[in-house]
């Protein structure tokens, strides 16, 4: 009797405690638009594709990022392009994260730039997966076209959609 209660209410403070989780990560992302406009540089347009580095295959990526974090799918984060490096403030190991506005298909998302690699031609950026269903749910399109990518000055930011 004493475990069926203890079961009963450890069970009742894990569903809280997730509830509680997703619903400040669903709201504490968002930017007023006026703030991240008058923060950001100049707009890179492109393409963008995801990454994944848990998935088989030689394109993937290492598990860990350029700046030293493990590849997290469930973070608002991308890589950029190798050539775009400093454009975004330098992403090296060990350095504070840089940001940027991502913008394709009417979303804003702030992303965390904490990655770069050598992307397929034509590529901007690789958005990590919950970012990617942030503008493909399905995961179906693979690439997204016309994705303009605009750095933001400061390290302020808290990744998630804009809006």
């Given at each position: 009797m004493?475990?069926?209660s203890?079961?009963?209410?450890?069970?009742?403070?894990v569903?809280?405690s997730v509830?509680?989780?997703?619903?400040?990560?669903?709201?504490g992302?968002?930017?007023a638009?006026?703030?991240?406009?008058?923060?950001?540089?100049d707009?890179i347009?492109?393409?963008?594709?995801m990454?994944?580095?848990?998935?088989?295959g030689?394109?993937?990526?290492?598990?860990?990022?350029a700046?030293?974090?493990?590849?997290n799918?469930?973070?608002?984060?991308?890589?950029i392009?190798?050539?775009l490096?400093?454009?975004?403030?330098g992403v090296?190991?060990?350095?504070?994260?840089?940001?940027?506005?991502?913008?394709?298909?009417?979303k804003?998302?702030?992303?965390?730039?904490?990655?770069?690699?050598?992307l397929?031609?034509?590529?901007?950026i690789?958005?990590n997966?919950?970012?990617m269903?942030?503008?493909d749910?399905?995961?179906?399109?693979?690439?997204?076209h016309?994705v303009?990518?605009?750095?933001?000055?400061g390290?302020?930011?808290?990744?998630g959609p804009?809006?």
């Amino acid at each position: 009797m004493v475990f069926r209660s203890s079961a009963a209410v450890c069970g009742a403070v894990v569903a809280l405690s997730v509830s509680v989780t997703m619903a400040r990560s669903e709201t504490g992302g968002v930017h007023a638009g006026a703030k991240v406009n008058e923060a950001s540089g100049d707009a890179i347009v492109g393409a963008a594709s995801m990454y994944n580095p848990f998935r088989p295959g030689w394109r993937e990526g290492t598990r860990n990022t350029a700046s030293g974090e493990r590849y997290n799918p469930s973070a608002w984060a991308a890589a950029i392009k190798t050539s775009l490096r400093q454009k975004f403030g330098g992403v090296h190991y060990g350095a504070k994260p840089k940001y940027a506005l991502v913008e394709a298909v009417g979303k804003k998302v702030i992303v965390k730039i904490n990655d770069v690699g050598p992307l397929t031609p034509g590529r901007i950026i690789d958005l990590n997966e919950r970012t990617m269903r942030h503008f493909d749910p399905s995961l179906q399109l693979g690439v997204i076209h016309d994705v303009k990518v605009r750095p933001l000055a400061g390290d302020d930011w808290t990744p998630g959609p804009v809006g």
